[in-house]
């Protein structure tokens, strides 16, 4: 028998719109599957009050959290909400998804958890120039070309409890800090990749898996921002082929504050935000 199965999301009250559109996406398409918050920082109470609506939990050991916060400071000289994702390694669920909030899933995602299967880490989307480290880190040797390659998007990540542990990651924080010259720091995205690629575990992606054998049934993660990308009535219509198992903004967007020809995919955007999955 399976153990426990859910999915964690990192949010707070200044992203409640984008948050809704990924509630409602997801809800939509995943009904059942536990669900939990992880705080992006206090200022939470409004999304936290969405629990019941939306058929979710909220984190509530703080001690953990400031402890993602530390590892953070690492790295920037002010606690970054973004690290609190680790948390989800020290959650109840035995295996588990986190979804970024700024996400709209369009597809039903237990498949992933079979995919799961023979490895401690499986992302959307990785092996994509530009993501992670900078160039420099070829030259460091301090990654071999498999480990700095993998480059993942770690906006979308499986793996089970326990495939990184806390002592763990402190462990791993001088390695991380020597090539903190060679990471694309912004967020957690680079240390997270370190940690990964550095765990022990066998690491891999959907978009690898469906490079490497062809299987264009495989579903794909999609930037909101590529260029060519069409949507009609809630899901990707162009390009039909792989189908589209989430859609991911990942940059700045604030779209009550911007015309809606500067959000992408704005039309997809709004059929989620308006949509009641729930009532």
Same mark, same amino acid.
């Given at each position: 028998m399976?153990?426990?199965?859910?999915?964690y999301f990192?949010a707070n009250?200044?992203?409640?719109e984008?948050?809704?559109?990924?509630l409602n996406s997801f809800?939509?398409n995943n $009904?059942?599957?536990?669900?939990?918050?992880?705080p992006f920082?206090?200022d939470?109470?409004?999304i936290a009050?969405?629990?019941?609506?939306?058929g979710f939990t909220?984190?509530?050991?703080?001690d953990?959290?400031a402890d993602c916060?530390?590892?953070?400071?690492?790295?920037?000289?002010?606690?970054?909400?973004?690290f609190r994702?680790?948390a989800?390694?020290?959650g109840?669920?035995?295996?588990?998804l986190?979804?970024d909030?700024?996400?709209?899933?369009l597809?039903?995602?237990d498949f992933?958890?079979?995919r799961l299967a023979?490895?401690?880490f499986?992302?959307?989307?990785?092996n994509l $120039?530009?993501?992670?480290?900078k160039?420099?880190?070829?030259?460091s040797?301090?990654?071999?070309?498999?480990q700095?390659?993998?480059r993942a998007?770690t906006?979308?990540v499986a793996?089970r409890k326990?495939a990184?542990t806390?002592?763990g990651?402190a462990?791993?924080?001088p390695?991380?800090r020597?090539?903190?010259?060679h990471?694309?720091?912004?967020?957690e995205?680079?240390?997270?990749n370190y940690?990964?690629v550095?765990?022990g575990?066998r690491?891999?992606?959907?978009h690898?898996?469906?490079t490497?054998?062809?299987?264009?049934?495989i579903?794909?993660?999609?930037?909101?921002?590529?260029p060519?990308?069409?949507?009609k009535?809630?899901?990707?219509v162009?390009p039909?082929v792989?189908p589209?198992?989430?859609v991911?903004?990942?940059?700045?967007l604030?779209p009550t504050?911007?015309?809606?020809?500067?959000?992408?995919l704005y039309?997809?955007w709004?059929?989620?935000?308006d949509?009641?999955?729930?009532?």
């Open positions: 399976p153990g426990t199965r859910g999915v990192v009250d200044r992203v409640l984008l948050a809704t559109v990924f809800r939509h $009904p059942d599957i536990p669900l939990r918050l992880i920082d206090d939470h109470h409004r009050g969405l629990g019941e609506r939306y909220v984190w509530e050991d703080k953990l959290l916060d530390e590892f953070g400071l690492s790295f920037h000289d002010r606690p970054k909400g973004h994702k680790l989800a390694w020290a109840e669920f035995d295996e588990f986190y979804i909030s700024d996400t709209a899933v597809r039903n995602i992933i958890f079979d023979g490895y401690g499986l992302t959307a989307t990785s $120039p530009g993501r992670a480290w160039d420099s880190v070829e030259e040797g301090m990654l071999t070309p498999e700095y390659g993998y998007n906006g979308f793996s326990g990184l806390f002592p990651i462990a791993a924080l390695g991380a020597e090539i903190a010259p990471m694309k720091l912004g967020y995205q680079p240390f997270l940690l990964m550095t765990s575990h690491y891999t992606s959907l690898h898996l469906r490497t054998t062809g299987d264009q049934s579903p794909a993660e999609v930037f909101a921002w590529t060519g990308i069409e949507a009535d809630g899901q990707i162009h039909a792989p589209t198992l989430l991911h903004w990942t940059e700045p604030k504050r911007q015309a809606p020809e500067e959000v992408p039309d997809l709004c059929y989620y935000r949509l009641r999955a729930m009532t």
